[in-house]
């Protein structure tokens, strides 16, 4: 017997075995006499979905799923339909929502059914599929809106865009391998500090500051310093009383906000806002402060993590100069916390995914197979010519002066770094501090610097510019490495 969706069915476990097999359906106090049309072990995956019964017929002797059955009462009896499963199929699994799943030896073999003939499964892996082996003998089930395919495969109804998550049971215990050093620029004044553009007030970034005011549904936005100026109003209807947060784009060369929108549950919507418009976005709804905004050669990405139990998730948009979504893609990654950066490669947009080895792998979002490429953590030489760039937010280089760093915890900060001679190498980093104001003078120790650019001239040398109060600070750095 089971419960589900209001209904209980019971199964006459002393039926033949080669079928068919007598139930009874139970709802809202209705009986329903019924004959299933298949064995009593395959009796027993009888599934509910609304006024329709799903089960799996099941080969006698291996126990292997043969076809998906599909029962739809006709006045007083019940007419089923048969539906094939793929050759090749070995086990079934049919998901809270009704869809039926089934698979073979390979990723390659999955194939679905929404009650009706088998189709195969978009692929939750890029490469080659059928490289990729399937747990066979684990425990296929759902709890909630989550179906475990054995230790390779979940699948989940949570969010949109794709819904397969490959992933694997943790590991044997093995010596790990040495974590990557982590890039670090010390920097020293090159010359006096030169008139600036006040920069204490607003949202830090990359040369300038972003200064929002929201009114009910209205928006005010500017956007003033050295490296950038302008000023939109702008509408974003939705309720009162959300708690509100625009960030600037680091490198931005045209004025643009990433906004974010929170509810009493803490999950939160976003927009995207430039001097001209501002395009609601699409995108997962997760905690505050999990999406960012990167500008791009011919538009922007905006990238939103929300990492799984087992599994690291990061949902990628590719945005027009204007914030017209062009695409979305959502990729799943293990171990949930790999280092990963949105970006670009011979013209695809994609995620940039560490390996753990000394490079990185490039998925594209239109699919097809990944792009592995050595991760230099050195400088690039000037001039370079770059085939593609990634932008780095977790891992980003430090960068600390005299009597001033960039704390990463506090700041919102960025490493520009780009494919060059099929070496990863960096180019820029730059950051701001993200509160509305600056801190004040007795809660700081050294220069009060607001934000900074730093752009490197070859593998261990660079040049920044550090805006403080009213003054821009010239910089020369030097590259080193640390922990």
């Not at 109804?157 to 010596?175: F, I, K, M, N, Q």
């Not at 009910?216 to 302008?230: C, E, I, K, N, V």
């Amino acid at each position: 017997m089971f419960v589900r969706d209001g209904a209980a069915l019971f199964v006459d476990a002393a039926g033949r075995r080669a079928g068919p097999t007598q139930a009874a359906l139970v709802r809202g106090g209705d009986v329903l006499l019924l004959s299933v049309p298949v064995g009593r072990d395959a009796a027993q995956t009888v599934f509910p979905r609304g006024r329709a019964l799903l089960a799996w017929d099941l080969d006698p002797t291996s126990g292997g799923v043969t076809a998906l059955l599909r029962g739809v009462r006709d006045t007083d009896a019940w007419r089923w339909e048969r539906f094939e499963a793929p050759a090749g199929s070995r086990r079934g699994l049919i998901t809270p929502e009704g869809l039926a799943i089934v698979a073979g030896e390979t990723v390659a073999t999955l194939a679905v059914s929404d009650g009706g003939d088998f189709r195969p499964a978009r692929s939750p892996v890029d490469g080659a599929p059928e490289a990729v082996a399937l747990d066979l003998d684990g425990p296929w089930f759902c709890a909630g809106p989550w179906c475990r395919l054995g230790s390779t495969l979940t699948w989940t109804s949570v969010g949109a865009g794709d819904r397969w998550l490959a992933r694997r049971d943790p590991p044997p215990e093995v010596a790990r391998a040495r974590a990557p050093e982590r890039v670090v620029f010390d920097c020293h004044p090159a010359a006096a500090p030169l008139p600036g553009v006040e920069m204490d007030r607003g949202a830090a970034a990359s040369g300038y500051g972003l200064v929002a005011t929201r009114r009910g549904d209205a928006l005010s936005l500017r956007w003033y310093g050295a490296t950038l100026q302008g000023s939109a109003s702008l509408r974003w209807p939705g309720p009162a009383g959300a708690l509100f947060r625009a960030a600037g784009v680091l490198d931005a060369r045209t004025p643009a906000a990433l906004l974010e929108r929170c509810g009493d549950d803490h999950s939160c919507e976003r927009a995207f806002a430039t001097s001209r418009a501002l395009v609601p976005l699409a995108l997962p709804r997760t905690l505050p402060g999990a999406a960012t905004a990167h500008a791009t050669d011919d538009g922007w990405i905006v990238r939103v993590d929300h990492p799984r139990a087992a599994v690291g998730a990061v949902t990628l948009a590719q945005l027009s100069p204007d914030g017209a979504t062009r695409a979305t893609r959502t990729f799943t990654f293990a171990p949930a916390n790999a280092p990963v950066a949105a970006g670009t490669l011979r013209g695809a947009t994609g995620l940039w995914i560490a390996t753990g080895e000394g490079a990185l792998r490039f998925h594209p979002m239109t699919g097809g197979a990944p792009v592995e490429i050595d991760d230099a953590r050195e400088g690039c030489p000037a001039g370079a010519v770059a085939e593609g760039e990634l932008r780095r937010t977790t891992d980003a280089a430090a960068v600390r002066g005299e009597g001033w760093s960039v704390d990463p915890d506090e700041w919102q900060v960025e490493e520009r770094s780009l494919v060059v001679d099929g070496r990863v190498c960096v180019a820029s980093v730059s950051g701001g501090e993200p509160r509305d104001e600056a801190e004040p003078d007795s809660a700081r120790e050294g220069v009060a610097v607001r934000t900074f650019i730093l752009s490197t001239l070859g593998p261990t040398t660079a040049t920044a510019r550090a805006w403080a109060g009213h003054a821009m600070i010239p910089q020369r750095c030097a590259l080193t490495h640390g922990r």
